[in-house]
């Protein structure tokens, strides 16, 4: 808008607004190259907003997975324990060990998924970070230009 009334202004100026013309055109080309960086930043905020409930999701599901091997560890326990006052049963709790044994190691597998997920979102996150802290230096000198501009249309 400051743009668009700086070139009326120049333009009702006529030649003596020539310069005036000039640093509206700036104004507003800064105007618009702000605008694109803001919509990137906020589409890569939300990006990494995304990606961090992700992540948490992960990390609770990795603990829920946790504490039922936890439980199930306690459990082969008290299976030892019967095993050794019942030895007439030795069979069919050496079967039962085997079967807790396979659900352990497919939990422990896909708990070491879960963390290499997190790992990886993790990673994705920081990149993320990275690429809009850059974006952000870029900002910086856009913004000191347009302030420069606009205390130019100011101070004339």
Known sequence: VLALNAAIQ??????????????????????????????QLAAQVRTTQGDAH??????????????????QAAHAGSALADLERQ????????????SIAQ??????THTADAVQRLVAATEYTSATAH??????????????????AVAQLASA
Not at 131 to 141: C, D, G, M, N
Request: no cysteine.
């Open 54 to 71: 992700d992540a948490a999701q992960a990390v609770e599901r990795a603990t829920h997975e946790v504490a039922a091997a936890a439980g």
């Open 103 to 108: 659900r352990e190691a497919s939990r422990a």
């Open 10 to 39: 120049a333009a009702a100026a006529g030649d003596a607004g020539r310069g005036f013309s000039v640093v509206a055109d700036a104004v507003q080309r800064l105007a618009e190259r702000l605008a694109d960086a803001t919509h």
């Open 131 to 148: 690429s809009t802290a850059e974006q952000l230096r870029t900002l910086v000198p856009a913004a000191a230009q347009l302030r420069q």
């Open 87 to 98: 030895q007439q049963q030795l069979a069919t709790l050496a079967a039962q060990m085997a």
